[in-house]
Every structure is written in C-alpha cells, then in structure tokens.
C-alpha cells in the first residue's frame, strides 16, 4: 500500500517517474493518454482529472465524515497528494481505487483523532438524544440519527462499512485500499454491522 | 406447525436478527413475511427497522459544487500542491550533515531562490502553478495564446471601429483583413456597433460609442478593460478554458463562463448585468470580492445596489443569441440558429418563458430604445482599406468587416435565379433582405439554415451549406457543425468552384480557432499547396509560423 508519506514524496514532473504499464488492464487508453498528460503538469489534463473526479472524492468523503465544514478543505488535500503522486502511480489499479486510497490515508489519522476526542461528548449525546428520539417519526430525523450512529462506530469499522455499503466496493478492492488481508477486512465488515445493531436497539 | 403460531413464535429477538437479511434483500418470502408481520405490531422494532434502513440506504450527498465554486476549489486544490511539495534533498542534507551557520544561510538562500513560490493568487488567475508548469507572459502582446500562439487572436464578425494597436505585437504584425492581435484597442463609432470573436471562445458585442481593449490572453486569464460603453459577452467556457476578466475603472468582472454585460457610464460608474450563470464582480485593487452577480441579475458598482436586467442589456446581447439547445445529431438540426428571440436560458425578470413572447418588445420596463443596439452591423464600405493597420505604437486605423458573407450571398442569388424558379428565388430573398439589414443580419443565419434544409439538394443552392457553416462558426463558435457544412459544401461543389477557396481557408481558420492545432497545420498546408497564390495565405501564414518555413 502506499502511505501518505510517499504521496507526498512523489510530485508532478518528476524525472524519475516510473511509465504506466501499457498491459494496465485497470485503465483505458483514454485514462492514460490523460494520465501521461497530467504526469507532464498539463493544466488541461489535471482539469479533466479533478472534473472527473471530485465528484467521488467529496461524496465519499461526506458519507464517511457526514456533514462537515471540513469536507472542502479535506477533498483539496485529496487533490493535491493525488497531484504530487501522479508521477508514481503506474497503473496498478484503477484511477479511482487510487484515489479511495488517498482519501483513506488522509481521512484515517483525522477520524482517529476525532474519535478519540469525541467519545465522551457523543455518548452524552447519545445519551439525550435516545430519551428523545421516541418522538422521531421523520425520514430526515431517521438520517440525522443514522448518522450520529455512524459516528459512534470505531473509524476502521466505519471505514470498510461505508466503502462497503456505500461505495459498493469489493472486500478485495477494499484491501487494496486499505493495504489490509481481505480476511481481516471482512472480519471488519460482520464487526461493523453487529456494532451497528447493538447501536440501533439501544437507540 | 401453523403459520399463526410461527408469527406468536418470532419476537422482537428475531426480527433484529433477520433485520439485515431483509434489508439486503437476502431473506426468504417467509422470513420477510414474518418480519413485517411483527413490524406491524412492535413499535420499538419499527423504529430499530427505520433507523438501520437509514443507515443502510446512507446519507444524501449535496451535489459538488459547480461553476465558479468548483474553479475556485480546483486552483486551492493546486495551490495545496504546490505548498505539500516536499522539501528539497539539499535542505535536509543541511539540516542532517549539522552544517555551520553559514552554510545553513546558504541553504536558506537557495531555498528562496529556487523553492517554487506559494503567493496567495486570486482563484483563477495562476500562472506560475508548479503543477501546470506554466509561465505567465506578462507582455499581454507577447502572450503564447491558448494552447498555441496561434489561437491568441480575434476577429471581427460585424461592424466599425477605429482601432490601435499597440507596438509591442514584436515581429507579428497584424498584417491583413479582420484579425487582430491581443493589446488591440476599439473606439467604435456613435452610429455603430462592433462584434468581435476573440480566441475561438468568445464572443463579444461592442456597443455605440464604447472604448475597449483587449489586454491579455494567456492559457489562464484572457481580459478585457472596458474604459467606456457596454462590452456583452457569451463565453461558453469548458473547463481547461481560461477564465475572462472584464476590468473597468471601478471593477473587475471575474468570469467563468456565462452571457453577461459590463457597461461604464459617462461617470465612469460600473454596472454589471447577467443573463445566463454567474459572474464575480471584485474590488479592482485589491481583487477582493464585491458581489457575486447571478442571472437575472444587474449589479451596480458604485451603489452596490441589486435590480433586474433590463432592455438595454438584453438588447446588447441579443447578437450573441446564437444558440441550440441540446446536442443535435441531424445534420440541418446541428446548423439551426438562434432567430431573434431571447434563448430560453437566459434569465430576464418579467419575461414569460412563452418562447413566442420572448422578444424585446416584451421585456418590461424598457430602460432605452432597444433599436439602438440591435444587431449592429454593417457592410463594407466601398474602397474601404485593410481593417487593421500594421502594428504601429498607438496608430489608429479604421476598422471594417471583410465581408466576405455579403458577396456570397449576391452570388448564390446569381446562381439560383439562373437556375431555378420563383420559390427558392423568394427563399433566398427574404435571407438576402435579413442580411441587408443592420437590425436583422444575424438572424440570416436561421434563414439561411431552412433554405439548406429545404433546398440543400439542388446544385446551385451550395453555396448556402458554405454560407451558414461561416455564421455558425462565427457567431454560434460551433466549429464541429461548421466544418461539417465547409466539407459538404466541397465535396458537393466542383473542384474549381470559385468559393473552393474560401472554404478551404474556412476548415482552417475553424480548426485554429478550436485549439486543433496539428489539424489546423495539416489543412493549412493544403491550403497553401492547392492555393499558393492565394487571399489568404497571410492570414495562415500570420498564425502558424512553423508553415512560414515551409511556404
């Protein structure tokens, strides 16, 4: 897998670039006559790449945070590592298995920290909002709930569920992304859900 | 064991476990029979069953932002690039190796000198991004153009002006006809109008009596200053396209892509109006943001006062109305033209969305006579000299369309009374007068456009298919529908027709425009190889000067 530091060892224009691999069986012809454009820091190119792109990035970053003030600055940070480290990216996998994994490495020490900090503070909430929420019949009250719940889930958990459940991923693309076995990324995913259900019937 | 009994038997305990099952769409009819069945009666597993179907379905994602916001996220995003760079290997030497104060200050100088720059750029207006590698000419004259010098010009669609230049156009003259080179200056005339095309992306209407220069065109940032007058503008931008600012004396119109007009009154007070997108208008000083004007919308400046656009704006921009709606794949579909109606996108306040009502005369509030700016255009003057003058510090020409439309189309009159009857002669007639006309000149173009459609087949109506690609290149700047009718005018067409010419420089001139650079070589070579003596060979020429060596 490849860390965060090593995104931000890499940058636009390098000389030592590695080629992609023209087998790459991850990316058509057009991804890669873009690719080797934006590796040359074509303004066009990385235009096209972030238009096509910003869209996954920002969704996925809101399912997996909720609504966040932070969410703009988050998917700029995205962009920017995926800029510097485009001239390592050889094709391996998918432009946007690539960039879940950017995303991830920027995202997993936030969460973390968040969660940490947060713990004390959401359980009180919890607290007050479960003696509260038998009055809560709405849709929209159902999705502010679901998603306090969501954040009481520990952040690997919350990882693999929403790139699981939301994303539509694979347990194998998600191991990819997260550099994890596929068996503990799927011992991840049923630990995920029981949580989910201790939550919800305590709710 | 009874289905009744089995429905007692499946508590609350059951229905959480099968809850997923159900959800997922994995469990049996009978499972999920029974489950419902006990969400009908429990409350509390209702409510467990709504919240995990929340969680399962997952939140609502806000659409990404678009327009200026996404543009503004995307030149942060490079920004951040730039300041994540990692340091260089000779810092960290220094730093490991212990290096004595002055080795660590001559580490600290090369750093300054040579770590890229992290200024804090308007959105937009970056030019020295380490991630696009590109160098921003601060000549405005000199600039490299789009993506190819040759694309940093415009040309005049319509009508008059006196016109400088200024010297700095270093080794380019503008040499002939109705192109002209970035640092241009327009004073149009009182009793007229001018619309120009600028770098094969805009489009722009100058009004009666307005001073206006184009000061830069660089692969970020094209800009106008507008020193007086309404300057209307479409610019359709895609998204690797540079963003257009408008300067006054009080503002800056920041521009992402959107039909928009700036005016400076005689107290040289700014007001901006919009009709289609958004624009930003800025401090001119400090570029900080003053208002974000939206369509509908007509800002002013000095009193930072919001209303509705008026007539006087729709009337300016109504030449550049030129649009089709969605993507056409019919051939005569893909050449329709707009027909003087106000386009259904653009947002005037009290206008009814009745296309038939959406004309001038409708919009309410008139603010000025509407005859004044509509479709000002005018023919070439008799004897009239080349339109711009060389490149001479502050020497000022008279401007004048090359009319090249007008006398084709006297010339398809010629053809088709000599061959045909009275109804394609009344077709062509009643495009003829539209042409004519100051007011109604550009909606020859939809005329033209159902002449072809009707009368496409016969052989002396030809010409129409070259005709109606040169409107719709110049005022739709739809270069791919342009093309199709410059091909289909020469395959159709006889070898030594005596418009061959024309055409071929058109295919050029629309794969120049459209930033297709290796095409535009190619068709500019066989331009030059089947004409080498011809009228245009200093247009090509002026453009490409990887041809000049050729030649």
């Known amino acids: 897998m490849q860390s965060a530091e090593n995104i931000a060892i890499a940058h636009v224009g390098s000389s030592e670039s590695p080629e992609l691999s023209q087998e790459s069986t991850f990316l058509s012809r057009e991804e890669r006559e873009l690719l080797s454009r934006a590796k040359t820091g074509e303004h066009r190119a990385l235009r096209q790449f972030y238009s096509s792109y910003q869209g996954q990035v920002r969704a996925h970053l809101y399912r997996l945070l909720g609504p966040d003030c932070e969410i703009d600055d988050l998917t700029q940070i995205v962009f920017a590592r995926a800029f510097n480290a485009l001239a390592t990216f050889q094709g391996n996998s998918t432009l946007s298995t690539w960039l879940y994994r950017i995303t991830a490495n920027t995202t997993h020490n936030l969460l973390r920290q968040r969660f940490r900090r947060d713990r004390v503070k959401t359980a009180l909430n919890w607290f007050n909002t479960s003696r509260e929420a038998g009055v809560q019949t709405g849709r929209v009250e159902a999705r502010d709930e679901a998603h306090r719940i969501l954040q009481r889930l520990a952040p690997d958990l919350r990882e693999v569920f929403v790139l699981y459940h939301y994303e539509g991923l694979t347990l194998q693309e998600i191991s990819d992304i997260l550099g994890k076995p596929v068996s503990t990324v799927g011992d991840r995913l049923t630990r995920a859900r029981k949580k989910l259900r201790e939550l919800v019937s305590a709710a | ?551």
């Open chain 2, 1 to 551: 064991m009874t289905a009744e009994t089995n429905t007692k038997r499946y508590s609350c305990h059951e229905c959480r476990e099968d809850a997923e099952l159900v959800m997922s769409d994995r469990a049996t009819a009978a499972v999920r029979g029974f489950y419902n069945a006990h969400l009908r009666e429990c409350r509390d597993c209702r409510k467990m069953h709504r919240l995990l179907y929340a969680l399962y379905e997952g939140p609502v994602v806000p659409p990404p932002p678009t327009g200026i916001a996404e543009e503004k996220e995307f030149h942060a995003a490079l920004r951040r690039t730039r300041e994540e760079l990692p340091e260089p290997w000779y810092h960290k030497w220094s730093l490991r190796a212990g290096v004595t104060a002055m080795a660590g200050a001559a580490a600290a100088l090369t750093l300054a000198l040579f770590s890229p720059s992290t200024p804090d750029e308007i959105p937009g207006t970056s030019t020295s991004s380490v991630a696009t590698n590109e160098v921003a000419p601060t000549d405005p004259a000199a600039a490299g153009g789009i993506d190819h010098p040759a694309q940093s010009y415009g040309r005049v669609l319509g009508g008059n002006a006196a016109v400088t230049t200024s010297g700095s156009t270093a080794g380019q003259p503008p040499a002939n006809t109705d192109t002209f080179p970035v640092g241009t200056r327009f004073r149009v005339h009182d009793d007229d109008a001018l619309q120009v095309g600028m770098v094969g992306k805009i489009v722009a209407n100058f009004t009666p009596g307005s001073d206006i220069e184009w000061v830069q065109a660089t692969p970020s940032l094209i800009e106008l200053e507008v020193h007086r007058g309404i300057a209307a503008v479409r610019y359709d931008r895609r998204p690797s396209d540079p963003i257009l600012y408008v300067r006054t004396p009080s503002a800056v119109v920041r521009v992402i892509g959107t039909v928009f007009t700036v005016e400076v009154d005689e107290h040289q007070e700014t007001i901006v109006s919009v009709l289609r997108g958004q624009v930003d208008v800025l401090h001119p000083e400090t570029n900080s943001l003053r208002a974000e004007v939206e369509s509908g919308d007509r800002y002013e400046v000095s009193t930072s006062s919001h209303g509705n656009v008026g007539l006087t704006e729709v009337a300016a921009a109504l030449p550049l109305s030129n649009e089709v709606d969605g993507d056409s794949a019919d051939f005569t579909d893909a050449l329709a033209l707009a027909d003087g109606h106000i386009p259904n996108s653009w947002n005037v306040p009290g206008l009814s969305d009745d296309p038939t009502h959406r004309t001038l005369i409708n919009i309410p509030a008139p603010t000025a006579e509407p005859t004044t700016f509509e479709v000002p255009v005018t023919r070439r003057r008799p004897g009239a000299t080349s339109p711009v003058e060389p490149a001479h510090e502050q020497q000022a020409a008279e401007l004048v369309i090359d009319d090249e439309t007008g006398d084709l189309i006297e010339h398809l009159m010629k053809d088709v009374k000599a061959t045909r009857g009275k109804e394609l002669n009344a077709a062509l007639d009643a495009c003829r007068n539209l042409y004519a006309s100051q007011r109604t000149r550009y909606r020859a173009a939809r005329c033209l456009s159902d002449f072809i459609s009707q009368y496409g087949h016969e052989p002396a109506a030809v010409e129409g298919y070259l005709l109606v690609g040169m409107l719709r290149m110049d005022y739709a700047l739809d270069y791919r529908a342009a093309d199709k009718a410059f091909e289909e005018f020469l395959s159709r067409a006889p070898r030594n027709h005596p418009s061959a010419e024309l055409a071929m420089y058109r295919l050029w001139l629309s794969a120049t425009e459209d930033g297709r650079i290796s095409e535009a070589l190619t068709r500019g070579r066989r331009y030059l190889a089947r004409f080498p003596n011809g009228k245009y060979v200093g247009k090509v020429l002026q453009r490409f000067d990887e041809l000049k060596a050729e030649y």
